[in-house]
């Protein structure tokens, strides 16, 4: 399975959440208007033990991170955090390429940020292994 393959079947499982904001995709802009989210693929390793090459597991991390105005004690960041973080439930598989991703672990948000523009900010972390 290929970096494109995954990365477009993480694509398209984040954007089916329901009145999902605008994304900023990796090397792409940042939309302009709050909120929004900023996605990034992150390939952690590929192991292979057959001699033929036809044994690959690769494992990675999809790094969502909310972007939100800073206040209400960052209420609404978390809560479309935690929506993100349902949407990549542990025991998910989404198809990509010919093989699957496969969430062992519950996507979790991890502590929140504010950025350079004082917008607060809350990343989800949904690690991933393939199959197929």
Not at 122 to 128: I, K, L
């Amino acid at each position: 399975m290929t970096f494109n393959e995954i990365n477009n079947a993480l694509s398209q499982h984040l954007l089916g959440i329901t009145d999902c904001p605008p994304v900023a995709w990796q090397n792409g802009k940042t939309p302009g208007a709050l909120p929004y989210l900023i996605a990034k693929h992150i390939p952690v390793s590929r192991d292979d033990d057959t001699t033929d090459g036809t044994g690959a597991i690769q494992n990675g991390i999809f790094m969502v991170t909310v972007v939100t105005e800073s206040g209400d004690l960052g209420a609404a960041a978390n809560a479309l955090a935690q929506r993100i973080a349902d949407r990549f439930a542990k025991g998910l598989r989404v198809t990509a390429g010919a093989g699957k991703l496969v969430f062992n672990y519950a996507a979790e948000p991890i502590e929140g940020f504010h950025d350079k523009a004082e917008n607060w900010c809350v990343p989800v972390r949904a690690r991933y292994i393939t199959e197929g």
